[in-house]
């Protein structure tokens, strides 16, 4: 049966719809019913970040030399972000909230997602458990990934400020967040996220738009983070970009380009 044009070959329903995996040209994406991929994977490459925000989604990598404690990921989906994680960072402990099980069930029989002793999965909504535990897990995680998504766009729960209040509280003082959002910056949601993540981080925040996609993705910096160096981040992109074949020069020169009003906050020319 084909599907999204492509060949679907495994569907099933839980009680928030339907999910769908579809291969196409070696190729394998996981569906919520509609068009738009949730999650891709190279089956000749299955550790290779197929989709472009995903790969946006690393360039925190510039702004952090390693991942040697705790980090936090809201939305696990096919999980090639935590897979990534996983084998390039060998001290990390990641724990992954994800509201859907049937997603982790999918994630480890279809794309690969490893049984970790490094690796907490919990079933929960991933604003509500946040928010439960900004008081009790402060100033744990260095590096925290918002990635939640439904078919029909950002989860309700992580649209508030107080969403990012907690992700503030729970991030170390030299912490950062990730976010994939969506829609450009014309969007009224993108500007309302946009204004909450200034307030709450002291504008110390990036966007890099995703080329050729609807996908932004923002980057908001606890107070205690360095005062970064251009031409160190230009060298430093270069030596990622040999050792994860990732394009984060191109991620460099898009946010030097895009963030003409908040960049001097983090980075010196």
Not at 4 to 33: A, P, Q, T
Not at 54 to 65: E, G, H, I, N, P
Not at 126 to 140: N, V
Not at 206 to 229: D, E, K, T
């Amino acid at each position: 049966m084909y599907r999204y044009n492509g060949v679907l070959v495994y569907e099933s329903h839980d009680d928030d719809g339907i999910l769908e995996i579809v291969e196409r040209d070696g190729v394998r994406s996981l569906h919520f019913g509609t068009f738009p991929r949730q999650s891709s994977m190279s089956l000749s490459e299955p550790d290779k970040l197929e989709l472009e925000y995903v790969r946006a989604m690393t360039s925190w990598f510039l702004f952090k030399d390693n991942l040697d404690d705790e980090a936090l990921i809201i939305g696990l989906g096919g999980g090639s972000l935590t897979k990534h994680l996983l084998y390039h960072f060998p001290d990390c402990r990641l724990k992954v909230i994800e509201y859907r099980h049937s997603v982790v069930k999918i994630a480890r029989s279809h794309f690969g997602l490893p049984l970790d002793a490094r690796l907490k999965i919990i079933v929960d909504d991933g604003g509500t458990y946040l928010r439960q535990r900004a008081d009790t897990s402060q100033e744990r995680y260095s590096v925290l990934i918002v990635d939640a998504f439904d078919h029909e766009g950002m989860a309700e729960s992580i649209c508030n400020k107080d969403f990012f209040d907690a992700c503030k509280s729970v991030l170390k003082n030299d912490g950062l967040l990730v976010i994939n959002l969506w829609g450009g910056t014309g969007n009224p949601l993108f500007q309302q996220v946009a204004l909450w993540l200034g307030q709450v981080f002291g504008w110390k925040i990036l966007f890099l738009p995703v080329q050729g996609r609807g996908n932004i993705i923002g980057l908001a910096f606890n107070h205690a983070v360095p005062i970064y160096s251009m031409k160190a981040l230009r060298e430093h992109a270069l030596a990622l970009e040999q050792r994860f074949g990732i394009e984060f020069t191109t991620f460099l020169k898009d946010i030097k380009k895009h963030n003409s009003s908040t960049i001097n906050q983090l980075i010196t020319p």
